[in-house]
């Protein structure tokens, strides 16, 4: 039941209750004297007769002897009232009844209802239903408010096109100087021939679809341009009586607020074309993947045909042929209205239309996400996806979609190691930028393909390391400081379960340098590094350098620095960047800049890093990292961590029961971070090889696709670095911390750690 229906039959039942009380109050002033003094009447009979009893028994009349007859209500009980035994019979006259109005009590209701109704309808309900009604009819101004959904847009950094934003409606304004002429014309043809001399609604366009719906005829809107513009913005789609009133009342009010021009660059813009595609532009794009500015005649009368019924006349539809019809005609009623010739007609019915696929194509899928995600939080909902932004994002197709082959290829080819997904993530150090993101080995895999692992939570096994190790320099030591790799059993100061950590190899090596350690991944130093510098030492730079999942330093234990506490791959690329980019931590940003629908400039990235680690640390650490003979030890010296002709820092890691398998490197300009596991946490198989086998070999095709054509890239020397041969090369010390080591000693010995 609509609104207007509501509205009726409130005002009926109002009306009769009205009524009801208009004749109950009539009544109470009509009947009420009436009935006052029928009663007074009685009331002075009555006296009267008691008077007249009185004089009989006293034998004269006076007030006292009046006044007597109530003599026995004072005395009752002493005095007994005798009176005579026969009284005199009054006579009592009957009042008549007087009858106001000649007619029966039913013909009163009648005509007090009548009357009540009258003054109820013209004074009370007649103008409060208006009231209502305009009160609840929407403001033709907000039509130029430019609060329309506007879809948003997302480029990579070179301008190619990744995905479109929008609330079920992909939208793009143009300006009505930029629709083509033809289109116009074809959308007045076939929809509002009269569009340029009507008030905003057609009588007799309405009067014939009043008769055709009645009588049955196939149903016809009449519906003007400016009305069809009013129903779409700002009114339901329900047919009723009400909204049709509503629909012609705004329609009217709109044609005096704007000129035609503006009523018809709001129509072509704001009208839907089927699906998602709202306006002209996104309807040229969706249909024929170009701008609407470039649409030929007989592009433009198949889109002027689709709003009347975008679905059935929609190419993608149950009757695909039928849009074919539906441009005939509206081919047709341009020549009929003079828009264009019959030879024109007849060509423009020749040319055959080819339509694109129904898609709303997706690249980069995990990147885009992961920055759809990041606007939501900061612009929020709305604005991602009606306000028509423009994002020119950091990332690089080309290299994300090698990278996305890489990995499926890959993954797919080591099946045998019971790893079912991978992912990359490649940025640039120097600023921060994101040049790709492969969240999966493919996206649209239904078993779990939307998983992004570089934005989970992971293990990150021995790659966290890194950290470890450039505290230590902080503390005093130096790369070529030695240390005992042996079994080794660290006990709780607060009672609880010892810790004895193992290498993931179950061997022991002796005495090893700093170097060897690092480079070698081996265990067991690692965890003596971190007990000589205490655990908070540790968290607090981590959190400098770019981890954001460690929260209470008192939570870990010295297991940290094996992997133990959780990890995103953001984080890691945060950090593995701050040591390419000597010392200097530049956040991770995946958006160049960010325009409105207008063309404004919303913002534009500016990088700003921070010092937060040693300049010389950094330069270490990463001198460690790409030492190829340092780390032959457990890698050999042809490993896939070695990319021939190129200076390549990298670090591996797997954490417990090889649930996870990373590898890490970097150069001055790339850092390329790649994992590999199973979604639910599942173990790989046992003999999965870090370095060898799982991330390596997809880090390595990745690294060597971008710098393989490029001159090696090392990083520079910090001018107050100090150099000295140790242990047979030449080795790299912070000023200060070179006199610490005995650099003429044998390995085998065992010094202290104290630096």
């Given at each position: 039941m609509d609104f207007l229906s509501y509205i009726l039959i409130f005002s009926l039942k109002s009306l009769i209750i009205i009524g009801d009380l208009t004749i109950y109050l009539l009544k109470i002033f009509i009947y009420a004297p009436g009935?006052?003094?029928?009663?007074?009447?009685?009331?002075?009979?009555?006296?009267?007769?008691?008077?007249?009893?009185?004089?009989?028994?006293?034998?004269?009349?006076?007030?006292?002897?009046?006044?007597?007859?109530?003599?026995?209500?004072?005395?009752?009980?002493?005095?007994?009232?005798?009176?005579?035994?026969?009284?005199?019979?009054?006579?009592?006259?009957?009042?008549?009844?007087?009858?106001?109005?000649?007619?029966?009590?039913?013909?009163?209701?009648?005509?007090?209802?009548?009357?009540?109704?009258?003054?109820?309808?013209?004074?009370?309900?007649?103008?409060?239903?208006?009231?209502?009604?305009?009160?609840?009819?929407?403001?033709?101004?907000?039509?130029?408010?430019?609060?329309?959904?506007?879809?948003?847009?997302?480029?990579?950094?070179?301008?190619?096109?990744?995905?479109?934003?929008?609330?079920?409606?992909?939208?793009?304004?143009?300006?009505?100087?930029?629709?083509?002429?033809?289109?116009?014309?074809?959308?007045?043809?076939?929809?509002?021939?009269?569009?340029?001399?009507?008030?905003?609604?057609?009588?007799?366009?309405?009067?014939?679809?009043?008769?055709?719906?009645?009588?049955?005829?196939?149903?016809?809107?009449?519906?003007?341009?400016?009305?069809?513009?009013?129903?779409?913005?700002?009114?339901?789609?329900?047919?009723?009586?009400?909204?049709?009133?509503?629909?012609?009342?705004?329609?009217?009010?709109?044609?005096?607020?704007?000129?035609?021009?503006?009523?018809?660059?709001?129509?072509?813009?704001?009208?839907?074309?089927g699906g998602s595609a709202w306006g002209v532009e996104a309807a040229s794009q969706t249909y024929f993947g170009k701008h609407a500015k470039d649409l030929k005649l007989s592009e433009s009368a198949f889109l002027a045909g689709l709003p009347n019924a975008p679905t059935t006349y929609s190419p993608y539809g149950e009757n695909p042929n039928l849009w074919k019809k539906r441009q005939d005609e509206v081919l047709s009623k341009m020549q009929e209205e003079g828009y264009i010739s019959k030879a024109e007609k007849e060509n423009a019915q020749k040319v055959e239309l080819t339509f694109l696929p129904r898609q709303n194509p997706i690249y980069a899928p995990h990147f885009v996400m992961y920055v759809k995600d990041l606007l939501i939080r900061k612009y929020g909902l709305s604005m991602v996806e009606r306000g028509g932004l423009s994002i020119k994002t950091t990332l690089d197709l080309k290299i994300q979609e090698n990278s996305e082959k890489i990995v499926k290829e890959q993954v797919e080819k080591a099946l045998d190691l019971h790893f079912t997904n991978g992912a990359a993530l490649i940025t640039n150090p120097k600023n921060g930028d994101i040049l790709a993101m492969v969240g999966s080995k493919d996206y649209n895999d239904s078993n779990g393909g939307n998983y992004n692992a570089t934005t989970a939570?992971?293990?990150?096994?021995?790659?966290?390391?890194?950290?470890?190790?450039?505290?230590?320099?902080?503390?005093?030591?130096?790369?070529?400081?030695?240390?005992?790799?042996?079994?080794?059993?660290?006990?709780?100061?607060?009672?609880?379960?010892?810790?004895?950590?193992?290498?993931?190899?179950?061997?022991?090596?002796?005495?090893?340098?700093?170097?060897?350690?690092?480079?070698?991944?081996?265990?067991?130093?690692?965890?003596?590094?971190?007990?000589?510098?205490?655990?908070?030492?540790?968290?607090?730079?981590?959190?400098?350098?770019?981890?954001?999942?460690?929260?209470?330093?008192?939570?870990?234990?010295?297991?940290?620095?094996?992997?133990?506490?959780?990890?995103?791959?953001?984080?890691?690329?945060?950090?593995?960047?701050?040591?390419?980019?000597?010392?200097e931590k530049i956040d991770l940003n995946p958006i160049l800049e960010i325009k409105d629908s207008k063309g404004n400039d919303l913002e534009k990235k500016q990088a700003e890093g921070k010092e937060v680690i040693d300049p010389r640390a950094a330069f270490i650490i990463s001198d460690i990292l790409s030492d190829n003979q340092a780390r032959s030890m457990v890698f050999g010296t042809n490993s896939l961590l070695n990319i021939n002709g190129h200076t390549v820092s990298v670090k591996t890691g797997t954490s417990d029961n090889k649930r996870d398998n990373w590898t890490i490197g970097y150069t001055p300009s790339y850092v390329v971070a790649v994992w590999v596991g199973n979604n639910d946490n599942s173990p790989m198989n046992q003999a999965l090889a870090s370095g060898i086998t799982g991330a390596a070999p997809i880090w390595h095709d990745i690294m060597t696709s971008l710098i393989a054509d490029k001159p090696d890239e090392k990083q520079p020397v910090p001018a107050d670095i100090i150099t000295k041969p140790c242990f047979g090369k030449i080795e790299y010390f912070i000023k200060g911390a070179e006199s610490s080591v005995n650099c003429n000693t044998r390995l085998f010995t065992s010094p202290s750690l104290t630096p």
């Open positions: 009935i006052i003094f029928k009663y007074l009447l009685s009331a002075l009979k009555i006296l009267r007769s008691t008077i007249e009893i009185g004089f009989k028994a006293t034998g004269k009349f006076s007030v006292k002897s009046a006044s007597g007859i109530f003599s026995p209500f004072k005395t009752l009980g002493s005095v007994r009232l005798k009176l005579p035994k026969r009284t005199p019979k009054v006579k009592r006259k009957k009042v008549k009844k007087i009858k106001i109005f000649p007619f029966s009590t039913f013909w009163i209701k009648v005509r007090y209802f009548i009357l009540g109704f009258i003054f109820s309808a013209i004074f009370i309900f007649f103008p409060l239903l208006f009231l209502i009604f305009i009160q609840d009819l929407p403001n033709p101004h907000s039509l130029a408010l430019a609060d329309s959904a506007l879809t948003t847009k997302i480029y990579d950094r070179n301008g190619e096109l990744l995905y479109q934003i929008y609330a079920n409606q992909n939208r793009t304004f143009v300006p009505i100087s930029d629709i083509p002429q033809v289109l116009q014309e074809a959308s007045i043809a076939i929809e509002d021939k009269g569009f340029y001399t009507n008030p905003g609604f057609d009588i007799e366009a309405i009067a014939r679809s009043a008769v055709a719906n009645i009588s049955g005829k196939p149903i016809q809107g009449g519906s003007t341009i400016t009305q069809q513009l009013i129903k779409s913005e700002l009114l339901t789609p329900q047919i009723s009586i009400s909204r049709k009133i509503k629909e012609i009342i705004l329609a009217f009010w709109a044609e005096k607020i704007y000129t035609k021009s503006q009523i018809l660059e709001m129509y072509l813009n704001e009208i839907p074309y939570i992971r293990q990150p096994g021995s790659s966290i390391k890194v950290i470890t190790y450039t505290n230590a320099l902080h503390k005093g030591f130096t790369a070529s400081t030695t240390i005992q790799d042996q079994p080794i059993t660290f006990k709780s100061s607060d009672g609880g379960p010892s810790y004895s950590p193992v290498n993931y190899d179950g061997r022991f090596r002796g005495t090893l340098t700093l170097r060897q350690a690092l480079a070698n991944s081996i265990n067991i130093p690692a965890v003596k590094l971190l007990e000589a510098q205490g655990v908070p030492s540790m968290v607090e730079l981590a959190k400098k350098m770019g981890i954001t999942t460690w929260e209470d330093p008192n939570r870990y234990g010295l297991a940290i620095t094996l992997g133990a506490a959780d990890v995103r791959m953001t984080d890691m690329a945060t950090v593995y960047g701050t040591l390419a980019n000597r010392g």
